[in-house]
């Protein structure tokens, strides 16, 4: 406790430290319902019953949950299974590919491949992801294994008629090129959409869905904005990937499925269009890209 601190001037800083991470009110609830392309129950707070029902009391009441690992993919499987809002998508992230390889080589690598393709042999199971690339947080000697795993990921997600949601992070000509030489799959998803206008006129020539994160809220944010403008309504969608990326005003805050509701009306303010329309619009996207 600091010299000039008082025992109640202590208490107010604790409890302003404790409200600035409880969970953000529930916000209003959307006149259409639609799904979050995107989330990790096994990371949150709330139980995975109390995360489903705080979502559809506000209008999300579908959610695609995500593996990032062997392990966290076949949690998803079992959760997609016994709960009716929920379907999963299993992969290796990109950044697991080279930690893999790493410990056991391309031998390591195989072996988790060949179980996350025995998990896409669900039949709740939707989509191959999130795979891709990340250049953030891996360096030169981990490209090669990024390279594999994600083209592993791209003839897996073609061979099951499976969706492939790619992670992307400062890839983004990678990405691009290695789905043009290996065939991009039917049903594509750039999950936390990062690229730029430009990029994102590419995604809609090439057919590519585009799903937008709370991010996109952000103040600092305006060439994710420019993007979704330039995005047609036809390939968008919306995620929260939670627990992070939190939309304003509550960045830095939990993030769960129940925020959708605002990452959604930040995106319709952007692209002028009524909340509703761009709802109906994202609903048919998702239902359309992951086949449900």
């Known amino acids: ?25 529930p916000p209003e609830p959307l006149t259409h319902p639609v799904a979050d392309s995107h ?6 707070e709330p139980s995975v019953a109390e995360a489903l029902a705080a979502a559809a009391a506000v209008g999300v009441t579908t959610v695609i949950q995500v593996g990032c690992d062997l392990e966290r993919s076949r949690w998803a499987a079992e959760t997609a299974a016994a709960w009716e809002p929920v ?4 992969a290796l992230h990109p950044n697991e590919a080279p930690r893999l ?12 491949l060949d179980g996350i393709e025995e998990l896409a042999a669900l039949p709740q199971v939707l989509a191959i992801g999130e795979s891709g690339l990340d250049y953030f947080r891996t360096g030169e000697d981990g490209v090669a294994a990024q390279h594999r795993s994600f083209r592993a990921h791209i003839e897996l997600a073609k061979r099951t008629d499976k969706a492939l949601v790619i992670h992307d992070r400062d890839a983004h000509a990678d990405v691009l090129r290695i789905l043009q030489e290996e065939g991009a799959p039917e049903r594509t998803v750039f999950h936390c959409y990062s690229g730029d206008a430009e990029m994102a006129r590419v995604c809609a020539d090439r057919g590519y ?20 403008a330039a995005a047609p309504p036809e390939l968008l969608l919306v995620e929260t990937d939670a627990p992070f990326l ?21 995106m319709a ?4 269009m009524p909340e509703e329309t761009l ?8 239902a359309r890209a992951f086949g449900y």
């Open 1 to 25: 406790m600091s010299p000039s601190a008082t025992p109640s001037t202590t208490a107010n800083s604790a409890a302003k430290a404790r409200a600035a991470q409880a969970p953000p009110p």
């Open 87 to 90: 379907w999963a998508a299993v």
């Open 101 to 112: 390889a790493a410990e056991g080589g391309d031998a390591l690598l195989d072996e988790a």
């Open 209 to 228: 869905f585009m799903s937008f994160a709370g991010n996109v809220t952000f103040k600092n944010a305006q060439p994710l904005r420019d993007a979704l």
């Open 279 to 286: 709802a109906r619009h994202v609903a048919a996207n998702t």
């Open 269 to 272: 303010r952007t692209k002028d």
């Open 39 to 44: 989330t990790h129950l096994d990371m949150q």
């Open 246 to 266: 939190t939309p304003a005003p509550y960045r830095g805050r939990p993030n769960a499925p129940y925020l959708v509701p605002l990452t959604l009306r930040a």
